[in-house]
């Protein structure tokens, strides 16, 4: 099992580029989270999915962000028109709707913007 | 008011020493508690979780849930350098789905 994995790890973009970062889930984890983290906060929600359908996302997801889960497998998070507001840890979790209320997290994706 | 408020530390404890971590919470449906563990530049580990009110122990760590004052507490027993990170207490609020967390509170553990 290799746990939920997040690619790139670090990304530096100058503001007003399109960022993308993946997450691939444990495998057969039919839940998927994209939460937010700045330095000396815990993550904030962002959005999640159940299988390929996102049922919920937080108002802290303006029109820039969208993110997808074609297929229900892996998830990509995009974020257009970037602001130094957006410099933050991406972080993805993943879970069995099953096993109730636990989720685990990546290694999270950092963005800088400049 | 957050839903959930952490005192951020930092923490500083000699090696060895018992370390008390708090949180409290301000809704009272909120029934199942987790505690993460958070290293620098790492993204958060489940450490434990509890239902409802008493004491529940792994090792050297015992979570403890006190829903009469909404408070919730981790303790480390035997503290050791590895402990120093971050440690996060989260709930699901309103949907099952959507975990929130406190802010964290910084731990160091001096050898």
């Known amino acids: 099992d290799t746990g939920v994995s997040q690619n790139p790890r670090h990304k530096i973009t100058k503001r007003g580029q399109n960022v993308t970062f993946r997450c691939d889930p444990i495998?057969?984890?039919?839940?998927l989270y994209w939460y937010r983290q700045t330095l000396g906060q815990g993550p904030e929600f962002l959005t999640y999915?159940?299988?390929?359908?996102?049922?919920?996302k937080s108002r802290l997801l303006s029109d820039r962000f969208s993110a997808e889960r074609p297929k229900g497998s892996f998830s990509t998070l995009e974020i257009q028109r970037t602001e130094q507001g957006d410099s933050a840890m991406y972080l993805c979790?993943?879970?069995?709707?099953?096993?109730?209320?636990?989720?685990?997290f990546g290694e999270g994706s950092w963005l800088t913007v400049v | 008011q957050k839903e959930v408020e952490q005192d951020p530390g930092p923490l500083s404890v000699p090696e060895g020493a018992i370390v008390s971590l708090n949180c409290t919470y301000s809704?009272?449906?909120?029934?199942?508690f987790m505690w993460y563990r958070q290293y620098s530049r790492k993204g958060p580990e489940l450490l434990m979780y509890t239902y409802s009110s008493g004491n529940k122990e792994d090792g050297r760590f015992t979570a403890q849930v006190d829903k009469s004052s909404k408070y919730i507490s981790l303790f480390i027993r035997d503290s050791q350098p590895s402990d120093s990170a971050t440690y996060l207490c989260a709930t699901p609020s309103g949907s099952a789905s959507k975990i929130i967390f406190g802010s964290g509170t910084r731990l160091s553990i001096r050898p």
């Open positions: 495998s057969e984890h039919n839940r």
């Open positions: 999915f159940q299988n390929e359908a996102q049922l919920e």
């Open positions: 809704n009272s449906a909120f029934q199942y």
């Open positions: 979790a993943s879970s069995l709707l099953e096993s109730g209320n636990t989720i685990y």
